[in-house]
């Protein structure tokens, strides 16, 4: 986005907070124009908007929090015209310099779209995406607790009175839940917390099978597609969704994507030494999921296992060749949301492979691009 051209033209900064929203005005050329604060309500938004639209021509408008405090608020602006742009908290280096108040926040978050440092688009968080990331978070607490649940029951067994423990030994965990669930609550304390523990354990299980259900309509409705690719399943494409989000087309190319899940490699070179690192930052949930899906391919499909016996012979350790699968899925992920074959880049050579796979050449270590549409 281009920061505004005439004089008239202000920017808007906003650091949210739970109850309240603090505006900075900046005008084109720099100059603070004057900082409020506003309640965090449907009232508050409007008489924000209103405030900084009596400063000068507002057109656009820098958040912090889109995706927490500052989801309503990027919402409401964006249903009334403004460009949303995404603001990171300053540096700490920036906050040692100028201190830390929340005005100095906001002012901060609108020179930062002022001078084109920041220029994300925000996540809209409002289609089947954001159901799929409810629904996730949910899902996720109750595998947690089930997981929990067990362990607790498991370990009230250990010490449990000797015939108890004899009469439930060797069952498999659906019989055993079934047994405890039976126990006799007045026998005492420990088939008390036995029968409480699997029926919590039955309850948990119920409800994560019909959010699983839940989820995976959700996804076979809004894209389909990626359910039909080996190895992912609907946790793993949930989480992938979520992480591009329903207004997928703000990034910019398959390669933002990549850095997003955090399969981008690194450059790590210097004088005569040319290599790259891993990359830690992105999501690391979708890079988890990435990983499960390379993990399922090279137990059940042939051309990964093929392209992994292959890399390892030209010396590449099989970590190695993991992380350039999950840069391939990456890419196949990414195609799959946008609906559109991506092209190969300008100067690449491509080279195919009997995997299935092809590599480009254009640096050393390019990662995978799918030789077929």
Same mark, same amino acid.
């Given at each position: 986005m281009q920061p505004p051209a005439d004089s008239t033209t202000v920017v808007l900064g906003v650091d949210t907070h739970k109850d309240i929203h603090v505006a900075a005005v900046v005008s084109a050329l720099g100059a603070l124009l004057g900082t409020r604060e506003f309640p965090a309500t449907t009232t508050g938004y409007r008489e924000l908007l209103s405030w900084a639209c009596s400063l000068g021509t507002l057109r656009q408008a820098g958040v912090e929090g889109t995706g927490s405090y500052g989801a309503g608020l990027s919402r409401y602006l964006a249903g009334e015209g403004i460009a949303v742009i995404e603001v990171n908290r300053p540096d700490r280096a920036a906050r040692r310099r100028s201190g830390k108040t929340d005005a100095v926040? !906001?002012?901060a978050a609108a020179r930062a779209v002022l001078g084109g440092r920041a220029t994300g688009c925000p996540k809209s968080k409002d289609g089947p995406v954001e159901e799929l990331r409810v629904l996730k978070v949910v899902k996720d607490s109750a595998v947690r607790n089930r997981t929990q649940a067990i362990n607790q029951l498991k370990a009230i067994l250990v010490s449990a009175p000797a015939r108890l423990r004899e009469s439930l030994a060797g069952l498999t965990n659906p019989a055993l839940f079934k047994a405890c669930a039976q126990l006799d609550p007045d026998e005492g304390a420990v088939h008390h917390a036995l029968r409480l523990l699997a029926h919590r354990i039955? #309850? =948990? @299980? !119920?409800? @994560? @099978? !019909? =959010?699983? %259900? #839940? /989820?995976?309509? /959700?996804? #076979?409705?809004? #894209?389909p597609q990626l359910l039909e690719l080996t190895g992912v399943g609907p946790d793993s494409a949930a989480i992938l969704l979520v992480t591009a989000g329903d207004n997928h087309d703000r990034l910019r190319d398959e390669a933002s994507f990549a850095a997003l899940c955090g399969v981008s490699p690194v450059e790590r070179s210097s004088g005569k030494s040319q290599r790259r690192r891993l990359n830690r930052g992105g999501n690391r949930q979708a890079n988890a999921a990435l990983y499960r899906i390379v993990l399922s $391919? =090279? %137990?059940?499909?042939? $051309?990964s296992r093929a392209y992994l016996q292959r890399r390892t012979a030209e010396g590449k350790t099989k970590r190695e060749v993991i992380r350039c699968l999950k840069r391939y899925v990456a890419r196949e992920i990414h195609r799959c949301i946008a609906g559109a074959s991506l092209p190969v880049p300008d100067g690449c050579q491509v080279r195919s492979s009997s995997c299935g796979y !092809?590599? @480009? %050449?254009e640096t050393a270590g390019r990662m995978r691009v799918p030789r077929h549409p």
């Open positions: 926040d !906001a002012e039955k #309850q =948990l @299980t !119920a409800e @994560t @099978t !019909a =959010l699983t %259900r #839940q /989820i995976t309509t /959700i996804i #076979q409705g809004h #894209q $391919r =090279l %137990r059940w499909e042939e $051309r !092809a590599s @480009t %050449r």
